[in-house]
């Protein structure tokens, strides 16, 4: 299994990668909320292995164990992160799926599809995970620039780069 420093090694990577395909491509949306949602995959393994060694091979695992509603999880996420984390996943979902949790049913195309302010909620959730681990492990990670017109100033790990 994974360590806890392969993981962030791996969450490091996704980051950069993230950086490159966004400095590259004023597109492909919903690449960049799944490269997010990956990063933040790598960041709660890491965060499995050192708390508990322990290695889930699904989502619903992983859910199961940050579930800040969990009593019985010793690995279980603050309120705050956990819903990071699941909005992470959900954005990704949309993504990859062209699922929109919120529409019941529409034949607007345009509910399913991932803009930039879609982006802009997936770096705001990661930027807290981020945050989270490194104020709990003391991990010195990547701070990068993204384009994205609806990108909040007040992040730590992100910060917006102008259009050229």
């Given at each position: 299994?994974?360590?806890?420093?392969?993981?962030?090694?791996?969450?490091?990577?996704?980051?950069?990668?993230?950086?490159?395909?966004?400095?590259?491509?004023?597109?492909?949306?919903?690449?960049?909320?799944?490269?997010?949602?990956?990063?933040?995959?790598?960041?709660?393994?890491?965060?499995?292995?050192?708390?508990?060694?322990?290695?889930?091979?699904?989502?619903?695992?992983?859910?199961?164990?940050?579930?800040?509603?969990?009593?019985?999880?010793?690995?279980?996420?603050?309120?705050?992160?956990?819903?990071?984390?699941?909005?992470?996943?959900?954005?990704?979902?949309?993504?990859?799926?062209?699922?929109?949790?919120?529409?019941?049913?529409?034949?607007?195309?345009?509910?399913?599809?991932?803009?930039?302010?879609?982006?802009?909620k997936a770096v705001k959730a990661l930027?807290?995970?981020?945050k989270y681990v490194n104020s709990e492990?003391?991990?010195?990670?990547?701070?990068?620039?993204?384009?994205?017109?609806?990108?909040?100033?007040?992040?730590?790990?992100?910060?917006?780069?102008?259009?050229?």
């Amino acid at each position: 299994m994974a360590s806890f420093e392969s993981h962030i090694e791996c969450a490091k990577r996704n980051l950069n990668f993230l950086q490159s395909v966004n400095e590259h491509s004023n597109e492909y949306w919903d690449w960049q909320v799944t490269i997010s949602f990956y990063v933040s995959v790598h960041l709660v393994n890491a965060h499995l292995d050192k708390k508990a060694g322990l290695h889930y091979k699904s989502h619903d695992q992983v859910d199961n164990a940050l579930n800040f509603a969990n009593t019985f999880s010793i690995c279980r996420f603050s309120e705050a992160n956990y819903l990071s984390f699941r909005k992470l996943r959900n954005l990704s979902r949309r993504s990859r799926y062209l699922i929109n949790d919120d529409i019941k049913k529409s034949e607007d195309a345009k509910v399913y599809l991932t803009f930039d302010k879609h982006l802009a909620k997936a770096v705001k959730a990661l930027d807290d995970l981020l945050k989270y681990v490194n104020s709990e492990y003391h991990i010195e990670l990547p701070k990068i620039e993204i384009k994205c017109e609806e990108l909040s100033s007040s992040l730590v790990y992100f910060s917006k780069k102008a259009y050229h």
